[in-house]
């Protein structure tokens, strides 16, 4: 099989949520394998910080400030693109946030932001990124970056689960209404993951427990275990994929 099914020389991806965690490392990934990359966040110093470090490993780093939420905020950056010769063939909705709180007690203001972030935000940016993929004629890729919660449910993370449910859902949406103009839009559901999210539930000696014995992996994953999906769903190798999520999540969905 020819390597050059994977190569992401001469694309440009904007990675949402990007200057840290799993969003970085999707980046960091994706301009390995030869695509000028975009880093996102809302504060400027870790995007700077971000995009130096990026640049240090020789990639093509460029950044981006803007609240992936704010749907103004969101045409502004990019109407930057445009302005900047920046032609987005990627797109990775990484952007996520989390609060934990039984439903009993969760007040509709921050179920929104969780929705707002997690879900509307992807809807925002893929719209903006897409309407230009149309224009120009050459399609391009969506990678919408799901949870086991796009299929599993547990307590206390109610807005999460509906937010990365409808994640899933959206890829389909994407799918049935962008494949005529050669967009794949797909998801990744990842497992636990060793993420700053993450740290309060890998410190609890309890739960920390729980993830290991309900897994066959008997692990956490890393961060980097995500990057060979996210390349292959950013890639030619894909270009028949459309509307699917990819769980990568040691095999916790595949047993009981």
Sequence with gaps: MSTTLF????????????ARGIGY???????????????????????????????????????????????????????????????IDVLVNNAG???????????????????DTNLTAAFLVGREAARRMVARGRGGKIVNI??????AARATVAPYTVAKGGIKMLSRAMAAEWAQF??????????YILTDMNTALVNNPQFDAWVKAS??????????ELVGTAVYLASAASDYVNGQIIYVD?????VL
Excluded: Y
Aim: aromatic share 4%.
């Design 182 to 191: 050669n967009i794949q839009a797909n998801s990744i559901g990842p497992g």
């Design 7 to 18: 190569d992401l020389n001469g694309r440009t991806a904007l990675v949402t949520g990007s």
């Design 215 to 224: 897994n066959p992996s008997q692990r956490w994953g890393k961060p980097e």
């Design 25 to 87: 490392c999707l980046a960091e990934g994706l301009g390995a394998a030869g695509a000028a990359v975009i880093v996102n966040g809302r504060q400027a110093a870790a995007v700077e910080d971000a995009v130096a470090r990026l640049r240090d490993r020789g990639i093509n780093a460029h950044g981006s400030v803007f609240d992936v939420a704010d749907e103004a905020a969101v045409a502004a950056a990019f109407q930057a693109f445009d302005r900047q010769g920046l032609e």
């Design 97 to 115: 946030i989390q609060h934990r709180q039984p439903m009993l007690e969760l007040d509709v203001k921050d179920w929104q932001r969780v929705i």
């Design 250 to 254: 040691g095999g916790w969905l595949a």
């Design 146 to 151: 799901g949870s086991l919660t796009s299929e």
